[in-house]
C-alpha cells in the first residue's frame, strides 16, 4: 500500500485480557518500528525489528508485551494481560534507509 | 543511550508572532535530526530533516531549523505563526553511538498560536 497500515484503529478491552495489534508496512521497507504514545506524552520506542537481525526489544515495558514479524512484511504487538496502564496510542512506523520514516495513524488501546 | 531534551512542554504564542522550539540532544557523534508535527487527533508528520550538509533547514510549512553540533542543538523556527500551526512539536535523532535506524523522540512541545 501507499502508508503504513495499523488496525484496529481503535481497540477497548477488559483488564485481563490479551490484545494484538497489528502493523502493515509500506512494501520492501526493512525496518518497522513500535512506539507507545500515553495521553498528553512524547513516544516511547517499544520494539524495532531490521530485515533479518535480531530485534532490538529494549523498550519494551514489560514480558507482558512482545512483537514479531515475518520477514519484511506484518508486524502484531501483543500485550498479554492488559493493565490500565497499558491505555495508549500505539504507534507504527517503517523506513528503508535511516531516516526516511513514515507512522502509521496508529491504535488507540483503552483497558477498561 | 541517546536522549533528546524539548525543555518547553507548552509554548503560547500570539498570531503572526515568531516563534522558536527548542531542541538539545546527546550525542558526541554525528547523528540525523528530525522534526515531527502532530495535529490534534492525527498522527504524526514529518516537518524537516537534518542529514548533513546545510546546517539550516527548511521544512514544509514556513519551518526551518538550525543545526548547531558546538551546542548540540537543532531549534525549530517559523517567523510568523498562524492559528493553524497549533499542534504538538516532537524532535527525535537518529544514529549516533547507536548505529541502529531507531528514532528517539523528545516529549514534545505543544505550541498554542492565540489570536
Known amino acids: 500500500g501507499a502508508g503504513v497500515s495499523q488496525s484496529p484503529s481503535n481497540k477497548v478491552t477488559e483488564k485481563g485480557k490479551d490484545v494484538e495489534l497489528r502493523c502493515d508496512p509500506i512494501s520492501g521497507h526493512t525496518a518497522l518500528y513500535w512506539y507507545r504514545q500515553r495521553l498528553g506524552q512524547g513516544l516511547e520506542f517499544l520494539i524495532y525489528f531490521q530485515g533479518n537481525s535480531a530485534p532490538d526489544k529494549s523498550g519494551l515495558p514489560s514480558d507482558r508485551f512482545s512483537a514479531e514479524r515475518t520477514g519484511e512484511s506484518v508486524s502484531t504487538l501483543t500485550i498479554q494481560r492488559t493493565q490500565q496502564e497499558d491505555s495508549a496510542v500505539y504507534l507504527c512506523?517503517?523506513?528503508?534507509?535511516?531516516?526516511?520514516?513514515?507512522f502509521g495513524s496508529g491504535t488507540r488501546l483503552t483497558v477498561v | 543511550a541517546q536522549s533528546v531534551t524539548q525543555l518547553d512542554s507548552q509554548v503560547p504564542v500570539f498570531e503572526e508572532a515568531p516563534v522558536e522550539l527548542r531542541c538539545n540532544y546527546s550525542s558526541s557523534v554525528s547523528v540525523y535530526l528530525f522534526w515531527y508535527v502532530q495535529y490534534p487527533n492525527q498522527g504524526l508528520q514529518l516537518l524537516l530533516k537534518?542529514?548533513?550538509?546545510?546546517?539550516l533547514v527548511k521544512g514544509i510549512n514556513g519551518f526551518e531549523a538550525e543545526f548547531n553540533k558546538s551546542q548540540t542543538s537543532f531549534h525549530l523556527r517559523k517567523p510568523s505563526v498562524h492559528i493553524s500551526d497549533t499542534a504538538e512539536y516532537f524532535c527525535?535523532?537518529?544514529?549516533?553511538?547507536?548505529?541502529?535506524?531507531?528514532?528517539?523522540f523528545g516529549s514534545g512541545t505543544r505550541l498554542l498560536v492565540r489570536p
Open positions: 537534518y542529514l548533513s550538509g546545510s546546517t
Open positions: 527525535a535523532v537518529s544514529g549516533g553511538m547507536d548505529s541502529s535506524y531507531k528514532l528517539i
Open positions: 512506523a517503517s523506513s528503508l534507509a535511516r531516516y526516511g520514516y513514515t
